[in-house]
């Protein structure tokens, strides 16, 4: 069985007023000296970073800790340590009673786990084009082997998998090996407590990167397209063409689907060079991406 991770415990910071109008500097000084060039180098890292942190902090660290807490009381069941075991699983069974009412009606599985990576193929659009065909042709001669191996080259993606704990069940089995301990019947405890680490469920979903991407490079155009026009048009260039190999790698099914994206883009790259542009157009065309990244996204259940 996957070994977790662990709940992923976060730390709350308090920013004095000062510290706050240095850091403010900092990040004026940074955005100078970062090029178009460097962020659209980066944007990769950046939009798998930006996912992880999304999905971290989604994580319930009750039922982490639960989940957890129930794999230490069977090893000490497994290591005879009865009486330890005992008070342990009396103390679990409340706490698991807790959260099965505090999520009752609004959540059947609750996330204890996640791990996101980023998968890199090919980022060149005509190289990719030329692959999809070298595909398109192995399929046709019914090669599958062939085609496989360039499919995997044909990958931009950020893949999360994330560990889900289905409450439900993970009560009635650890309600149940209570009853067995309370009873005398530690093997029949030690099976129950297998039962419920074996209830975890794991999905995996995969985000086109390049479309994650778009959206990131919009953001960073937004924070310069008025004190640096230049380098917001780059930077909008790049997002148009990170949109367009997306479909180019099979994220999107055809031309049609990306064409209002790219409409959109090239209107605002028009007004940003007439110096028309505003922050709430960028917000929109923001938007419009998240929007085509969540219906592009799919997501299956282990």
Excluded: C, W
């Excluded at 989940?67 to 075991?85: M, P, S, V």
């Excluded at 055809?254 to 028009?270: A, G, T």
């Amino acid at each position: 069985m996957r070994k977790l991770l662990g709940a992923v415990l976060s730390a709350a910071v308090i920013v004095s007023p000062v510290f706050a109008k240095e850091e403010n500097k900092k990040t004026n000084i940074q955005q100078k000296q970062e090029t178009a060039s460097s962020l659209i180098e980066s944007s990769g890292k950046r939009s798998t970073q930006k996912v992880r942190e999304q999905e971290l902090q989604k994580i319930i660290k009750e039922a982490a800790s639960i989940y957890a807490e129930g794999n230490r009381i069977l090893f000490l069941l497994t290591h005879d340590k009865i009486e330890e075991a005992k008070k342990a699983l009396k103390a679990l069974k409340e706490r698991v009673d807790k959260l099965e009412k505090q999520y009752q009606g609004k959540m059947v599985r609750l996330p204890i786990d996640v791990i996101v990576n980023e998968v890199v193929g090919i980022t060149d659009i005509e190289q990719a084009k030329k692959l999809a065909e070298e595909v398109k042709k192995a399929v046709k001669n019914n090669d599958f082997v062939k085609a496989r191996i360039l499919l995997n080259a044909l990958r931009s993606e950020i893949v999360i998998e994330t560990v889900y704990l289905p409450i439900g069940l993970y009560k009635q089995a650890i309600d149940l090996a209570y009853k067995f301990l309370e009873e005398g019947k530690v093997k029949n405890a030690i099976s129950q407590l297998q039962v419920a680490m074996n209830t975890i469920e794991i999905d995996t979903t995969i985000i086109p990167e390049p479309i994650a991407i778009a959206s990131l490079l919009v953001e960073d155009a937004s924070k310069r397209f008025k004190d640096n026009p230049e380098q917001a048009l780059k930077l909008l260039e790049e997002a148009k063409k990170q949109i367009k190999l997306a479909k180019v790698l099979g994220y999107v099914r055809n031309d049609k689907d990306i064409e209002p994206l790219i409409k959109q883009i090239e209107k605002l790259e028009k007004e940003v060079k007439a110096k028309t542009g505003t922050k709430e157009k960028f917000k929109s065309l923001f938007e419009s991406i998240e929007k085509f990244k969540e219906s592009s996204t799919q997501t299956s259940t282990k």
